[in-house]
């Protein structure tokens, strides 16, 4: 039997590691421009850039290999990923425009379907897809440049949390585990449709509904799993903020605590919890929760740190199109762990 | 048992070993191309309880060895297993109800299909399994209880089919019990050995179930 195209190690299980990048990333030359609101140093996969001062440019990509089998999905899964940045920052999406790679002796309506999944989810975004560039490879991957606006005064940062913020996670973990689980065959028809659809869903809604509340740090939640991104906000290992997070409120994709029980771990994941040694007190938390909190995500949730006076109002804006959405945690000040899991 | 999963990514060497744990008493070795992988091995073996010990070989081959600990958990019982089943362990104490997580589960009690006549009953049970193969969804879990071991065992002229349907994934599982009954424990050609409460979670957990 043919190995379907549209399977393998795609997704944010595809990113490398962090500890890596960092290396890499610290070498190259920069130039230092004080219109450049966000770049390396935040370690953001968005550049924000400051026109104006009423006016500020977003400019964010991404692209993987497929990590569900039907292209269409992909497609959409693809977008809503790339799109997510300017979300997770506080924008609008202006442009998108198409990276493609696929295998010229293929059918090209899998081409299509993928294309047309994107160009949905740009139209969703409010943006404009205006081009792209495919090239072959025997490994198809899909993903957009994404060009983004915001008020330069109103970006989110991903590293400015303030003592006593509450942390709201907008969609729930596991999809990293639970497509590792679909590759081998093992993953319940119901677990997987919940894991694309929470994939494929923009972070738009979202990232509107927060806009009235006092947000102060924003990320969204995906290759480094949820604890990595946290561990972003806080500073890094040398970070001033620790977390505690509440385990029995972070959201869960259903059937997701059994699969990471079963072992479908995945390389990233290790990846993900080599990178937090030392800064995370697990607690109490199981060997499956922990794994779902190293997951990596494509396609995740935002991750907001909320004045406390506005996180329950906030929950409630979010729950209209996240019935999942939960506040899992609070900042405070570091003493010794960067995360405790409670 | 020596496993080569090295070429393979993760989650492919951990299930592996995973699969080949399953009942195993002798230590098995898994050979992988990437620390990663050494990792989350050694974190699978910590987390059953298992002992493991890594070794690097190459740049790009290291060798883990996991050492079961304690009896399986899926070795058949005795027959006063059925008797009080709340003594026996949990297979794992935290698993929650996978509710509808088992799919089609086909349970089949005798060598036989509907009464009336043994030797056409063992013709009809010998075509049914052989349509099971033709099906475009293959079950994903046979149960042989009783009689039924007679299916999974030598002699059976039903082994090619079922071997068949366990390429394309589906577990077959025969009651220990019934092959110590039957003596047919060494006997048993396709699947693995069961006991009461795995085949009471399958079934309790199935989506739907079949008794032909």
């Known amino acids: ?342 | 048992m020596h496993i080569d999963a090295r070429g393979l990514e993760c989650p492919h060497p951990v299930i592996q070993a995973k699969k080949a744990l399953h009942g195993a008493l002798d230590p098995i070795t898994i050979a992988v191309d990437n620390a990663i992988a050494v990792e989350n091995l050694e974190k699978m073996a910590g987390e059953l309880g298992h002992g493991s010990a890594a070794r690097q070989i190459a740049d790009d081959h290291y060798e883990v060895t996991i050492t079961p600990s304690g009896p399986s958990t899926a070795a058949s019982a005795p027959a006063k297993a059925e008797q009080a089943p709340a003594l026996r362990p949990p297979l794992s104490p935290e698993m929650p109800a996978r509710h509808e997580q088992n799919g089609m589960v086909v349970h089949i009690g005798a060598r036989t299909m509907g009464e009336g006549d043994d030797q056409l009953g063992g013709a009809l049970m010998k075509a049914f399994l052989y349509a099971l193969t033709e099906l475009d969804t293959a079950p994903d879990h046979l149960i042989f209880l009783n009689g039924g071991v007679f299916l999974t065992t030598e002699g059976s002229n039903s082994l090619e089919d079922l071997k068949a349907l366990e390429a394309r994934g589906t577990r077959i599982h025969s009651c220990g019990t019934c092959l110590e009954y039957h003596a047919l424990r060494d006997k048993l050609r396709v699947g693995g050995v069961s006991n009461m409460y795995e085949i009471a979670g399958l079934l309790a957990n199935a989506a739907k179930v079949i008794r032909p």
């Not at chain 1, 694309?196 to 740090?217: G, I, K």
């Not at chain 1, 800064?279 to 922990?290: E, K, M, P, V």
């Not at chain 1, 990596?296 to 959405?325: F, V």
């Open chain 1, 1 to 342: 039997m043919d190995k379907p195209l549209f399977s393998g190690c795609g997704g944010c299980t595809a990113k490398l590691g962090a500890d890596m990048l960092e290396k890499v990333l610290n070498g190259l030359p920069k130039k230092a421009d004080e219109r450049l609101l966000v770049g390396f140093e935040g370690q953001d996969d968005a550049a924000v850039y400051r026109l104006r001062d009423d006016l500020a440019l977003i400019q964010t990509l991404d692209f993987f290999p497929p990590v569900v089998d039907d292209p269409y999905s992909f497609g959409k899964i693809a977008a809503a990923n790339a799109l997510s940045d300017v979300y997770a920052m506080g924008g609008d999406v202006l442009l998108a425009l198409n990276i493609a790679a696929f295998d010229e002796k293929k059918p090209t309506a899998l081409l299509g379907e993928m294309l047309r999944g994107g160009a949905e989810k740009v139209m969703e975004a409010g943006g404009l897809l205006a081009g792209g560039h495919t090239i072959h490879d025997p490994v198809p991957k899909y993903g957009l440049s994404v060009t983004g606006l915001c008020h330069p005064e109103k970006i989110w940062r991903n590293n400015t949390p303030r003592d006593g913020d509450l942390l709201l996670l907008t969609k729930p973990l596991g999809v990293g585990i639970i497509t590792t689980a679909q590759k081998l065959g093992e993953a319940s028809p119901g677990a997987f449709a919940a894991a694309a659809q929470s994939m494929e869903q923009l972070n738009r809604a979202a990232s509107e509904a927060l806009r009235d509340f006092r947000v102060h740090a924003c990320t969204d939640v995906t290759g480094f799993g949820c604890i990595g991104h946290l561990l972003e906000m806080l500073g890094g290992e040398k970070g001033g903020w620790a977390a505690e997070i509440r385990l029995e409120q972070v959201p869960f994709l259903p059937e997701a605590d059994a699969y990471a029980k079963e072992f479908f771990l995945t390389a990233a994941a290790q990846r993900n919890r080599n990178h937090a040694k030392g800064l995370l007190d697990a607690g109490n938390a199981s060997f499956a929760q922990q794994e779902l909190l190293f997951d990596p995500q494509t396609s995740g949730g935002l991750l907001a740190s909320l004045h406390p006076e506005d996180a329950e109002e906030a929950l409630a804006a979010l729950r209209r199109r996240h019935p999942t959405a939960a506040i899992i945690g609070k900042i405070k000040k570091r003493t010794e762990f960067a995360i405790s899991l409670r």
